[in-house]
């Protein structure tokens, strides 16, 4: 079985600043990794997914992510962010035999100040 | 993009009462769908998987006579809470996929709020 880990429940920064969002996950075979975005009371918007090639992954909203095998982690990043960014944060794994059954982390809330 | 809606978005009900949530793709056709539910500041936890035209999948812990998922044509699942009790009241969220070659993508549906009072 597969699982997520979210180092970091609360993750607030001031506007414009960088953020990381971490996520590590273990798997005993080759997996798909994901970010989502839920804003309060919606449900969940796709950011960006890894299913193979490049390592570093770009979506929407100006997020990235990098894949790396090694470290089994999938880190979140954006250069800037803006207070529109504050959201919950949701990394997900799912085998790539399994039809897309997703395992999730335990979030990360992102506040971003003024 | 692909779109997932939930029908309805926030419902209140009384205890014992049963409550019937819609799910559907509208631009595409999910030949699987999923059912989560997400207590307050928790993350999502799967109850279910639904393949159109078969029995549903439930997860360990999960009553399945408790939470009836039909799956009877590939644009719409539905989620019945059968004898609703003030512990069931959550934000139940739906997703749909439909795996072209090795793409697999989960799209969301904007979620159910039930209140069981």
């Known amino acids: 079985a597969q699982s997520v880990t979210q180092l970091d429940s609360q993750v607030p920064v001031f506007e414009e600043a960088p953020v990381e969002l971490r996520c590590n996950y273990s798997?005993?075979?080759?997996?798909?990794l994901f970010w989502y975005v839920q804003y309060p009371n919606q449900g969940l918007q796709l950011l960006l997914k890894?299913?193979?090639?490049?390592?570093l992954v770009k979506g929407i909203n100006g997020f990235e992510a990098e894949f790396n095998k090694s470290q089994t982690s999938f880190h979140l990043r954006k250069p800037s962010v803006h207070i529109s960014d504050t959201a919950e944060y949701f990394c997900?794994?799912?085998?790539?035999?399994?039809?897309?059954?997703?395992?999730f982390g335990e979030g990360t809330q992102l506040t971003v100040n003024p | 993009g692909a779109v997932v809606s939930q029908h309805p978005s926030r419902v209140i009900c009384k205890s014992g009462t049963s409550v019937k949530i819609e799910c559907r793709s509208l631009d595409f056709q999910a030949t699987t769908m999923f059912w989560y539910r997400q207590f307050p500041k928790q993350s999502l936890m799967l109850m279910a998987t639904s393949n159109e035209g078969s029995k549903a999948t439930y997860e360990q812990g999960v009553e399945k006579d408790k939470f009836l998922i039909n799956h009877a044509s590939l644009t719409l699942s539905t989620l019945t809470v059968t004898s609703a009790h003030p512990e069931d009241s959550s934000f139940y969220i739906c997703?749909?996929?439909?795996?072209?070659?090795?793409?697999?993508?989960?799209?969301f549906g904007p979620g159910t709020r039930l209140l069981v009072l």
């Open positions: 890894y299913l193979s090639g490049s390592t």
């Open positions: 798997s005993s075979v080759s997996v798909y």
């Open positions: 997703s749909a996929s439909s795996p072209l070659g090795r793409e697999e993508t989960q799209y």
């Open positions: 997900a794994v799912s085998k790539e035999t399994s039809g897309s059954r997703l395992t």
